[in-house]
T-cell receptor, first 113, second 112 residues
């Protein structure tokens, strides 16, 4: 079975540019989660969706961040404009239901210069 | 602020020994508890999950949960160098939310 698929794997861009991260969850999973991981703060939940609907976006750091899930098989996390402090690894995860473990994609390593 | 605390390590154990990793959490209503392993530069990978007080064994791994003490641990028996990684404890908060809070992880080094 295909796991959670994220793209791109690496992104290097200049400050001020728009960045779009993409995620395809495991088929049949109803929950999708976006996380950010840094050395200082560890793994932080940014936002999660249930059946394509955003449920909790309290972890989104500021208005520069936005996330969408237009259908059950695709989600995006957008940063506009990007800043150097946004540099981190961004993970997408999905789960079948609320009580099942989350399965992570390989992550996108983002560097903002 | 809901918190999950782990000792950052590194925890060094000799090959073949038992590695004991600990995690405490602040939300008394927490329901589900997960251990993930993360190799450097890789994504977190689920090792075990536990919902009820007591022990749960899976191969060389044993998860232990004590809700009264708000404590969850992971034991790795017969540790191997390939077990060297960062172990993340994750706690699903009280019913009504599906958020996980992750600890910052404990780095384990198994010495050959």
């Amino acid at each position: 079975d295909a796991g959670v698929i994220q793209s791109p794997r690496h992104e290097v861009t200049e400050m001020g540019q728009e960045v779009t991260l993409r995620c395809k969850p495991i088929s049949g999973h109803d929950y999708l989660f976006w996380y950010r991981q840094t050395m200082m703060r560890g793994l932080e939940l940014l936002i999660y969706f249930n059946n394509n609907v955003p449920i909790d976006d309290s972890g989104m750091p500021e208005d520069r961040f936005s996330a969408k899930m237009p259908n059950a098989s695709f989600s995006t996390l957008k940063i506009q404009p990007s800043e150097p402090r946004d540099s981190a690894v961004y993970f997408c995860a999905s789960s079948h239901n609320s009580n099942q473990p989350q399965h992570f994609g390989d992550g996108t390593r983002l560097s903002i210069l | 602020q809901k918190e999950v605390e782990q000792n950052s390590g590194p925890l060094s154990v000799p090959e073949g020994a038992i590695a004991s990793l600990n995690c405490t959490y602040s939300d008394r209503g927490s329901q589900s508890f997960f251990w993930y392993r993360q190799y450097s530069g890789k994504s977190p990978e689920l090792i075990m999950f536990i919902y009820s007080n007591g022990d749960k064994e899976d191969g060389r791994f044993t998860a232990q949960l004590n809700k009264a003490s708000q404590y969850v641990s992971l034991l790795i028996r017969d540790s191997q160098p390939s077990d060297s990684a960062t172990y993340l404890c994750a706690v699903r908060l009280a019913p009504g939310t599906y958020k996980y809070i992750f600890g910052t992880g404990t780095r384990l080094k198994v010495l050959a």
